[in-house]
């Protein structure tokens, strides 16, 4: 499958994306003995490419990894940030989060917390973010009053965002509190995933949101996995995920450990 030349570098674990860019820019990258362009595609499995003046082999492509992390609240759902906050990757041991590729699938905004996909299978991230593949996923919302039952109704039917109309939704009331603030918590299933969409009907509708936690994408349920900690996922869940494809790890298992990976140090900047 064809990609951007300085994803493919990504994915190979020969730069960031970032700095693989800078390489294109400098000229440091050819294919089929040619310079690239930044945004040039190429098919790996028919194209050379070559970064000062060393072919990519096949074997050098590192092993698929799938990944579930808790991302806590404050930290972003990218690989590189310009303003140096704490990114996902930071959360990971080293051996994950350098010359693997590996790349968070999809988005949660900084303050959101919750269940996050990472890889560096980008078939895997292709089939999760193309919307044509619908993969519901499950919020717990806290959002300021009391919801009326029309108000609840026009979200499940869908709101109008930029002109458009979201499709569908599941919500339905989980908790109401009184005391010290009045809000309400709301099970939200959605089917499609547009930029801050909660939020934004949220506001819209009069009952901003006060935290929104992801619980589970597909059949991938968060819990009881710690804040700020990750795990692999099963063969089970990857299947849940993207039936047809064939993973060609072997460290996942059919059962999560109940033994997870302890919290990565976050670097300081």
Known sequence: MAERVQKLLS?????????AEQMILDGRVRLNGSIVSLGQTADPSCDRIDVDGTPLESHQRPQPIYILL???AGVVTTCDDPWNRTTV??????????GTGLHPVGRLDAESTGAL????????TFHLTHPSHT??????????GCLSQSTLQKWRDGV???GRRTQPAQVRVLDHQRYPAHRTQLEIVLQEGRNRQIRRIAEKLGHPVIHLHRTAIGAIALHPLPEGHHR???HRELDSLHPSSNHRTNHPTD??????????RVRTR
């Open 11 to 19: 994915k190979w674990g020969i730069a960031s994306r970032r700095q």
């Open 70 to 72: 808790h991302k806590p």
């Open 89 to 98: 990757l930071d959360l990971l041991p080293h051996h994950l989060s350098h």
């Open 117 to 124: 996909v990472l890889t560096n299978d980008g078939s895997l």
């Open 135 to 144: 993969i519901p996923k499950t919020y717990q919302v806290w959002v300021e």
């Open 160 to 162: 109008v965002l930029s």
């Open 232 to 234: 692999q996922l099963t």
């Open 255 to 264: 059962h999560p450990t109940d033994r997870h990976l302890p919290l990565h």
